[in-house]
């Protein structure tokens, strides 16, 4: 069993900034791949971003590459997401996922239901 928290969402202006954070309990020996998933009312959820164990690796949605950047410190169990630049369409739920399976990789990592667990969310809402 995996627990995933996020916190650190909230209401900015737009070219506003957050750093949401996800921190991992339980078998997270088991932790692996991790990735950051978002959901917009009335829409499907999305990939935002993912890192490989090591860090080596990184993932993200064209919609954020160059305003986000997703990282992890293994050694507190935590991955990070930096939004910068934030827009009115980075509104929705943020959720952290993370699987362990230890040879995720290639179009599972931006696949929502390839992933083992996940966080309960954390609201971000950009305004105009």
């Known amino acids: 069993q995996v627990q995933l928290v996020e916190s650190g969402g909230g209401l900015v202006q737009t070219e506003g900034s957050l750093r949401l954070s996800c921190a991992a309990s339980?078998?997270?020996?088991?932790?692996?791949?991790m990735a950051w998933f978002r959901q917009a009312p009335g829409k499907e959820r999305e990939f935002v971003a993912a890192?490989?164990?090591?860090?080596?690796?990184?993932y993200y949605a064209d919609s954020v590459k160059g305003r986000f950047t997703i990282s992890r410190d293994n050694a507190k169990n935590t991955v990070y997401l930096q939004m910068n630049s934030l827009k009115p369409e980075d509104t929705a739920d943020y959720y952290c996922?993370?699987?362990?399976?230890?040879?995720?990789?290639?179009?599972?990592?931006?696949?929502?239901?390839?992933?083992?667990?996940w966080g309960q969310g954390t609201q971000v809402t950009v305004s105009s």
């Open positions: 996922a993370t699987t362990s399976n230890p040879w995720f990789f290639g179009s599972a990592v931006r696949s929502a239901n390839r992933y083992d667990y």
């Open positions: 339980g078998r997270t020996s088991s932790t692996y791949t």
């Open positions: 890192i490989s164990v090591s860090g080596g690796n990184t």
